[in-house]
């Protein structure tokens, strides 16, 4: 695939622009976007800035029409070369790769001016219409800096998009794209983020609903800041400038979103809806993706600004922060569970993209457990958990808490499952890793270095006894996704130190040990939850590591 794309690049450089050929190669290179290997292999034409300029060019051919064909409509050749070259671009433009930010960014400006003054139809849903949607954050960044970008990123995650113009939310349109010495206008106000603290910092604040395009426009701007975060004097500008409230913002409205989000099952249940279920669905799923998309960039530019802080030998003390992560990764966990138990299904990248959310989630919430921060996050999530009010966590609470438990642990050896390998096992890395590339999954891991193994430890320790309560009254459910989640979690946890595995088991053991020895018949419900105990540390025997965990929890059980 990628040498197609390599050859269609070298024919694209030798053709006529304009020409039918140059058109033909332009449909070649197109075709390639409608299958994800397609579209890993186009990202190619990052590396040859020459075909950039080219493409660039094409999208120029509808500007500079001739003054006969200006009064008459652009030529067919030249509108199809037009929209051709757009969807080439929205391709490397939408990828998350940082190497293809790079390819375009600084291109973006020539883009805008290629895109602005064309005229590329009357469907504000074409491919031209999306790219300077896309394009518009590189602009502000190329004319404002930093400092404005993230003031431009505030106004969107406000919910303020409409007011940046009354024509046009493209802050790139209100800009002098040709005079290097733009106004970005809307983002201008150095008052805009104060203001979005203030309302914010308000109790009543609980997201707002982003239009599609502010979503994509905040993409591409978060994207640029996660990516120059990198340097340490710029992330340390964009904290003072408050950079965290913005990201805390995007989280809020991504969590509201996704909250407010229809999902298979209402509509078979809801008789008031009346819709096209197929269209909805589709409209829906692509709804989703775009807010993973926007929340990937948001927690890695987070995670990059916590890191600047434990250099700094500081910590964020904000619990409005902790509550937010905690929250949106109550509403992601449940549905990576939904969609994670078929990664055969026509659409894996959702549970890819909801487990990267999750990875990225779980990765800053390490920083308050690794370096002892306040709040502390175990006593956050397990505060409000007793014995008797197990059943209040719900089915997102539990989803939430033990999807979290086990990623904060390492993973426990894939391949040495003999039979029934939790289908949720491999996910944590090839998500981040498809997602991100290797490189980036190594530096969202960095809390599952073994040095930091027992700091997560000994921050669990003092709560194992409530998780053991939590363990056995899930092990006996009939959802198979709780099931992998429970043994996930053991087994990780019998990875570290089979003592604290055999205290998770014990409740367990004690109870099938009391019910057993007991005289007396056991009832028809007991009876079941012995038989689901059972069958639920059989499952665990198929991993070697949970075998001296039996040893050590039968030897804990009196006789």
């Known amino acids: 695939m990628h040498l197609r794309v390599i050859n269609a690049i070298d024919h694209l450089l030798i053709s006529a622009p304009q020409s039918e050929e140059f058109l033909w ?21 990052g590396h040859f800035p020459e075909a950039i300029s080219v493409l660039i060019e094409a999208l120029q051919s509808v500007k500079e029409l001739e003054p006969v064909a200006k009064t008459t409509g652009a030529s067919p050749l030249d509108v199809a070369i037009f929209h051709s070259a757009a969807e080439i671009f929205e391709i490397i433009v939408t990828d998350t790769i940082a190497s293809s930010l790079g390819s375009w960014i600084g291109y973006a400006v020539d883009l805008h001016r290629a895109l602005h003054s064309s005229s590329p139809g009357s ?22 800096g930093a400092i404005g970008l993230l003031r431009y990123a505030a106004v969107l995650a406000s919910g303020g998009d409409a007011h940046l113009t009354s024509t046009s939310i493209l802050v790139s349109d209100l800009m002098d794209v040709e005079n290097a010495i733009g106004d970005s206008s809307g983002v201008s106000d150095l008052n805009v983020l104060e203001n979005l603290g203030k309302i914010i910092s308000e109790k009543t604040f609980d997201g707002v609903v982003l239009r599609d395009s502010a979503v994509a426009q905040l993409i591409t701007a978060i994207r640029i800041l996660a990516f120059i975060s990198e340097n340490s004097t710029v992330a340390a500008e964009l904290y003072d400038e408050g950079a965290i409230t913005v990201v805390y913002a995007v989280l809020v409205n991504c969590r509201f979103m996704l909250e407010r989000s229809s999902n298979s099952y209402d509509y078979l249940v809801d008789d008031g809806t009346e819709c096209n ?3 909805d669905l589709l409209s829906e799923r692509n709804r989703e993706q775009s807010l993973v ?18 250099e700094a030998n500081e910590q964020h003390r904000n619990t409005r922060l902790m509550n937010a992560l905690l929250r949106l990764h109550r509403e992601v966990s449940p549905k990576l569970a939904a969609c994670a138990a078929d990664l055969s299904s026509p659409y894996p990248d ?3 993209g909801f487990e990267a959310v999750c990875h990225l989630i779980v990765s800053a919430l390490a920083y308050w457990t690794v370096f002892g921060w306040t709040p502390g996050l175990f006593h956050s999530l397990l505060t409000n958990v007793e014995a008797t009010s197990l059943m209040a966590l719900g089915p997102k609470g539990t989803c939430s808490l033990l ?35 290797p490189h980036k999954e190594r530096e969202v891991s960095w809390y599952l270095k073994p040095e930091h193994h027992e700091k997560v430890l ?10 053991a309560e939590i363990i056995q009254h899930y092990a006996i459910s009939a959802l198979a996704v709780i099931q992998d989640m429970l043994r996930l979690f053991i087994v990780r946890v019998a990875c570290q130190k089979i003592e604290n595995a ?45 075998k001296v965990s039996f040893s050590a929890s039968i030897f804990l059980t009196p006789a």
């Open 25 to 45: 190669v332009l449909w070649e290179l197109s075709a390639f976007s409608r299958s994800d290997s397609g579209r890993q292999a186009l990202l190619v034409l």
């Open 403 to 437: 999807c979290l438990l086990n990623d904060l642990f390492p993973e426990e050896g894939v391949w040495l499952w003999k039979n029934g390998m939790p289908l949720s096992s491999a996910l944590r890395t090839l998500a981040v890793g498809t997602i991100l590339g």
């Open 277 to 279: 279920s197929t269209s």
């Open 123 to 144: 469907n504000r849903k074409d491919a031209p219409t999306r790219l300077l949607e896309w394009i518009d954050a590189g602009v502000v960044y190329h004319k404002n």
């Open 350 to 352: 959702s549970a890819l």
């Open 458 to 467: 000994s921050q669990l320790i003092p709560h194992l006894g409530k998780i």
């Open 502 to 546: 055999s205290i998770l088991l014990r409740p367990i053991f004690l109870w099938i040990h009391e019910n057993v020895s007991n005289l007396a018949f056991p009832s028809e419900i007991d009876a079941y939850k012995i038989y689901r105990y059972l069958d639920f540390l059989a499952s665990l025997i198929e991993h070697p590591q949970t």
């Open 293 to 310: 998309d926007l929340l990937v960039p948001s927690m890695l530019l987070l995670i990059t600004l916590l890191q600047k802080l434990q």
